[in-house]
């Protein structure tokens, strides 16, 4: 563990708009150097339209490795990326971009495979799960894309903006083998229920799902962090359900990011 820094520590930054309420900068920085790598996570605010100016400084400074991207700018990032994983693509975002071995800035889209990650320390396979998902923003089709990737048998998406859940299914249909079908409130029939909207982070928001028709069996995962137990996840373990809250999403995300820069600086064989 290293527990000093100095001017050949190399930086990453994490970037967002406003960035004052990112809890993640201590807690990355922690394990990349518990891991042994001299590196420190430094937050900035960026504003939309100063992120190209941001990204093109980044890449003329030789001791930045990396950005980590949170809201609002997954989105853009993606197109600041000189490449990126297939899943990244697909998405249209990414939140962890590294410097490649030829200077360029390579992107990733952490949020859906650490979620799959957080299920796996929660007690949850997803693989042959029936799998309903409500909420086809930036995490929902993170999420989306890493259920497909870790096996569910069917993904069926609920989302009010139609535009929004389309354009996620098409991009689905394209991705990979689980062809999405059209999902409601209703999680008659599903063993694994996702809600990745902000529903119940506000008091008085109504249930993304309907909690009487969850059976028992049924695994239940929230991406809300605050309150620490959301009502859907309260709801669901009065019905018995096995869950996740917002927590164990964020815990899982943070240790795919660390994972993602270690590569930087993992001896090469």
Request: charged share 20%; with cysteine; aromatic share 6%.
């Amino acid at each position: 563990m290293l527990d000093t820094y100095s001017g050949a520590t190399r930086v990453l930054f994490i970037v967002g708009d406003p960035i004052a309420q990112v809890k993640s900068p201590a807690g990355v920085t922690q394990s990349l150097r518990d891991a042994g790598a001299d590196a420190i996570v430094v937050p900035a605010h960026v504003a939309p339209d100063d992120l190209p100016d941001f990204f093109a400084m980044c890449r003329r400074m030789p001791n930045v490795d990396g950005i980590i991207v949170t809201v609002p700018h997954k989105f853009a990032a993606l197109e600041l990326c000189d490449d990126a994983t297939p899943a990244s693509r697909s998405i249209g975002a990414a939140n962890a971009v590294r410097r490649s071995a030829d200077g360029g800035w390579f992107g990733d889209m952490c949020d859906g495979e650490g979620y799959v990650a957080g299920l796996h320390k929660a007690g949850c396979e997803p693989r042959g799960r029936r799998a309903l998902l409500v909420g086809a923003g930036g995490a929902g089709s993170a999420i989306a894309h890493a259920l497909v990737d870790a096996g569910v048998s069917s993904l069926a998406l609920h989302e009010a903006d139609e535009a929004r859940r389309e354009a996620l299914a098409a991009k689905l249909h394209a991705y990979g083998p689980v062809q999405p079908e059209l999902g409601s409130a209703d999680p008659s029939g599903f063993d694994l229920v996702i809600n990745a909207t902000p529903m119940g982070m506000r008091e008085g928001d109504p249930l993304p799902v309907d909690a009487l028709k969850l059976s028992p069996t049924t695994f239940v995962g929230c991406v809300v962090t605050q309150p620490a137990v959301p009502p859907l996840i309260a709801a669901a373990r009065q019905r018995g359900c096995a869950t996740m809250t917002g927590a164990g999403m964020f815990e899982a995300v943070r240790e795919r990011l660390v994972d993602f820069y270690l590569q930087l600086y993992r001896p090469t064989a």
